[in-house]
């Protein structure tokens, strides 16, 4: 069956440090990949999104991920994070075209300390 | 612009009850999924409608049926109620294959 892992399920992180958020996929063909955010209280985001073409997808407050197919992870990044970056990010996928079936992994919590 | 609205927000309801819950998607979106989020899990895809008709289904039991209106909006109604069915139930609304906008949720518990 098809599933998405995240290895990280929490992550501490002081302010201006670097971020890298694991994500792997189990899917064969072509796949549609994606990073939500949940912030404390609030809804899920998306944060950015593969569908196809450049594999580097830059997305919202600074985000980006990089999908590998041979390694078939989608891992998000982020340069310098910030205390409002605490939250909880989902990563997802979907095999079937666009938002049809969308397998989500089981989050990594992120707590930036100021 | 309203975005996706769900109530009611939260509702106990005990063991063996029936639930429905309630999702208007945003609007000019045609499209309605609806996710389960057990505690300390991602969300899990239920089902997704669209014109209607159930276009997707998850591995969810036949207990959890769902109905889309001509208007778009949604229902999803689970029967027989169990304890493993206390989780918070997201829906989702997308007007194009490519971007979907979540509501808040309604947190069913079980008892």
């Known amino acids: 069956a098809q599933s998405v892992s995240q290895h990280n399920h929490h992550v501490i992180l002081s302010e201006a440090a670097s971020l890298e958020l694991g994500c792997n996929y189990s899917y064969g063909g072509t796949v549609n990949l994606f990073w939500y955010v949940q912030y404390p209280g609030q809804h899920l985001q998306l944060l950015l999104k593969y569908f196809s073409g450049d594999p580097l997808v830059k997305g919202i407050k600074g985000f980006e991920a990089e999908f590998i197919k041979s390694k078939f992870s989608f891992n998000l990044r982020k340069p310098s994070v910030q205390w409002s970056d605490t939250a909880e990010y989902f990563c997802?996928?979907?095999?079937?075209?666009?938002?049809?079936?969308?397998?989500f992994g089981t989050g990594t919590k992120l707590q930036v300390i100021p | 612009d309203a975005g996706v609205t769900q109530s009611p927000t939260h509702l106990i309801k005990t063991r063996g009850q029936q639930v429905t819950l309630r999702c208007s998607p945003k609007s000019g979106h045609d499209t309605v999924s609806w996710y389960q989020q057990a505690l300390g899990q991602g969300p899990q895809f239920i089902f997704q409608?669209?014109?209607?008709?159930?276009?997707q289904r998850g591995n969810f039991p036949d207990r959890f049926s769902g109905h889309q209106f001509p208007n778009y909006s949604s229902e999803l109604n689970v029967n027989a109620l169990l304890l493993g069915d206390s989780a918070l139930y997201l829906c989702a609304s997308s007007g194009t294959p490519t971007e979907a906008f979540f509501g808040q949720g309604t947190r069913l518990t079980v008892v």
């Open positions: 997802a996928a979907d095999q079937s075209g666009g938002y049809q079936k969308v397998t």
């Open positions: 409608y669209y014109e209607e008709e159930e276009r």
